[in-house]
């Protein structure tokens, strides 16, 4: 046997017994004789260096240093669920399920397990890339300290993909867990707070060999890309477990909400056996032909929902109420609480949200309060426990002036929270709305933090954020924490940053009410700033989306000469305020007014370049059937309540073949 068989055969043989024990938790061989099989491995590869590979189980054990974690978009964007507390919830969803999809609906039902979000990407069989979730749009290259999990295949079997992602969590089971905090006290540190976030921690390790020694596992759930091969979501988790993949065996196919409700019934007394931390249900649509009619909102799948189980709570007291302003002027009351340990911890401030909330609790300081952590992420005040409240304890009076500029506070009709209407003088509201203009999502500036604005702010070097196009490097050098290196960096990342896309630019500028969604659909339909400002209100509203709210904002905001002099600015320092060519090019008004629903399978295009296509010549996608419908595109297996409805409304179905032929 040549040298090259030997480390192949050694390797093949080393993955199977890691997959035996890591992933199956039927191990065939001891330690020792593992220990002894890795050592020979290591040492042949280290002989011969030519026959390296990087997926090799010898580089589980880690040693590459990662400074900085590069950032990559990701192929398929990473959505969030929707959350549910009851179970009235979910059966709203399902309603709402029901009007847009046809036939009988089956539902798998998986646990949502509380670690760190993690996609991996796969390339004929090899592990290539594993990227936090991020933003879900970007996320940063984790690849190294991952490779170190044991339960992470680097190489797959079987009839996998060429080419595919595969999303699930990092977790750090209870026992492991345990075992690092008993080891931290045993040395005199402190321990962890809890699991969730020690695992988040671990991935973003500089040393991947210490990743290596923690004991994490990744639990997959959900496979995404182009012909997998799978038609379901249940039959998607039974491939990932042939190709190698750890799919927690709890998930079940259910063909009812009633069934559904036993599975959450059952794990909600069944999660503490569990050796990892959990905190509800994900049900999904198990068709994915159904989950791809249902498609998408701006932030969720509408083919799953997250049920989450009841939050833990704990009582403390109310030390006293501070008043934050956001970039808006919105005024946000929080409450500062005596520290307490929650769900892992430190919790010393909760939102109290706005003055209704407060006079609905009838919170006053001094009093002992129930905390619970909403959807175990953000912790509330949900009770004040009135029988341990003292008897001079006075109502609460909510603020009737700005805490920072001092200027009387507004609250328009129907509006739950009370604003600071001083839009150019409150410093909170300033600083805020440059640190949105730089934001992740908005321009993106690299070098530039939202700590780094409030400095620049008060240190008078800018007021607005067009100013930020006339900083020097001189002038940011002085700051507090500014290396040159650091200015430098700062300098560059606000001049690449006029390379900006229109919409970001116009969800950056931070009109109230207009997020990513909006800004998009206000740039497509008006292709460049100047259009959108001499937009009338009525014209606004007749955008796919806009409602009243949204229109009276983007007026209010035009309307404002210190913001039509902060666009110019923005114009001459050469940020892109009007949709590029390479946008505009193969866009028409051919189907402009026309509502058009995609409804089946097709076999030349996916729904989502048939999507593209409408949205290109102009038209609008809708999810649902009505008498607003201009026609049907229909493929395969559309649903014979959606044909019916269609006879019914004397709606025009055609094929995407006649289709793609009408737009050409």
Known sequence: MSIKQQIDQLRNELNEHNYNYYVLDTPTISDFEFDIKLKELQELEAKHPEFFDANSPSQRVGGEITKNFETLPHEFRMYSLDNSYSKEDLKDWEIRTKKLIDGDIQYTCELKYDGASISLTYEKGILVRALTRGDGFQGDNVTANVKTIKSVPLKLKGDFPAKFDIRGEIVLPFDGFNKMNEERIEIGEEPYRNPRNTASG????????????????????????????????????????QWGFKVPNASKLVNSLDEVFEFINYWDIHRHDLPYETDGVVIKINSLQQQEELGYTAKSPRWAIAYKFKAEQVSTKLNSISYQVGRTGAITPVANL????????????????????????????????????????????????????????????????????????????????????????????????????????????????????????????????????????????????????????????????????????????????????????????????????????????NVDEIGVKIAESVKEFFESEENVLIIERLKQFGLKLEISAEQLEGQTDKLKGLTIVISGVFETVSRDELKKLIEDNGGKVSSSISSKTSFIVAGDNMGPSKKQKAVELNILLINEYEFLHNIK
Request: proline share 4%; aromatic share 6%; charged share 25%.
């Open 202 to 241: 671990s991935l973003k390790l500089q040393d991947s060999a210490e990743v290596a020694k923690r004991p994490l596992e990744c639990l997959l759930y959900n496979l995404t890309g182009i012909n997998l091969g799978v038609n379901t979501q249940f039959e998607s988790l039974e491939k990932a477990r």
């Open 338 to 541: 005596e520290p307490v340990d929650l769900a892992g911890t430190i919790v010393k401030r909760a939102s109290l949200h706005n003055a209704d909330q407060i006079e609905k609790l009838d919170i006053r300081i001094g009093d002992e309060v129930f905390v619970e952590k909403g959807g175990e992420i953000i912790p509330k005040i949900i009770a004040v426990d009135l029988s341990k409240r003292l008897p001079n304890l006075k109502p609460t009076q909510y603020i009737t002036h700005c805490p920072e500029c001092h200027t009387e506070l507004v609250r328009q009709e129907g509006e739950a929270q009370h604003y600071c209407p001083n839009y150019n003088g409150c410093k909170p509201q300033i600083i805020g709305r440059i640190q949105h203009f730089i934001s992740r999502k908005a321009m993106d500036i690299e070098g530039l933090g939202g700590e780094t604005v409030a400095l620049l702010v008060n240190a008078g070097l800018i007021s607005n954020y067009s100013d930020l196009y006339e900083l020097t490097k001189e002038q940011v050098i002085p700051l507090e924490r500014m290396a040159e290196k650091s200015a430098d960096n700062l300098i560059q990342g606000i001049k690449q940053s006029v390379n900006i896309p229109f919409e970001r630019v116009l969800y950056a500028l931070g009109i109230r009410y207009v997020g990513e969604t909006v800004a998009k659909k206000l740039a497509k339909h008006y292709k460049n700033i100047n259009a959108i400002a001499n937009a009338s209100q009525d014209d606004l509203i």
